[in-house]
C-alpha cells in the first residue's frame, strides 16, 4: 500500500510562514531516494496546478513563476520525507496543497506524470 501524508497546513496572515510536510510510506516508497516529488494546489474553482518538484538525487529543483523566491522544497530520504517551505504568502497562495510521487528521475510539472497522491492539507492565507 503506498501512502503520501502531508501536514502542516493551517491558517496564517498574509507574509508569514508555513512549512509542509510529505511523509511517505508503503512499498512503492521503499526506494523514497529514487522517486521524483512534488507538490501541487488546487483553490476552490481553480484546475490543479503546479507549485514545486525536486529529483531524486536532490540536484534539481523546479518551481513555478508565482512561488518562486518564496517557497522552498527539500527532502530527507533518510526519513521518506519531502517539504515545502512557504515564506512571504499571500492570499492568492490559498489553496488545498498535494503532495507527488513519481519514478521519474526527473520530475515534470505535469500533474498527469505522478501516480502516486497524498490526500492534500488546507492552507489559508488572510490579508
Known amino acids: 500500500q503506498v501512502q503520501l501524508v502531508e501536514s502542516g497546513g493551517g491558517l496564517v496572515q498574509a507574509g508569514g510562514s508555513l512549512r509542509l510536510s510529505c511523509a511517505a510510506s508503503g512499498r512503492t516508497f521503499i526506494t523514497f531516494s529514487t522517486y521524483s516529488m512534488g507538490w501541487f494546489r488546487q483553490a476552490t474553482g481553480k484546475e490543479r496546478e503546479f507549485v514545486a518538484a525536486i529529483n531524486w538525487r536532490y540536484t534539481s529543483t523546479y518551481y513555478a513563476d508565482s512561488v518562486k523566491g518564496r517557497f522552498t522544497i527539500s527532502r530527507d530520504n533518510a526519513k521518506n520525507t519531502v517539504f515545502l517551505q512557504m515564506n512571504s504568502l499571500k492570499p492568492e497562495d490559498t489553496a488545498v496543497y498535494y503532495c507527488?510521487?513519481?519514478?521519474?528521475?526527473?520530475?515534470?510539472?505535469?500533474?498527469?506524470?505522478?501516480?502516486?497522491w497524498g490526500q492534500g492539507t488546507q492552507v489559508t492565507v488572510s490579508s
Open positions: 507527488t510521487g513519481s519514478m521519474a528521475r526527473e520530475p515534470t510539472m505535469n500533474s498527469k506524470d505522478y501516480p502516486y
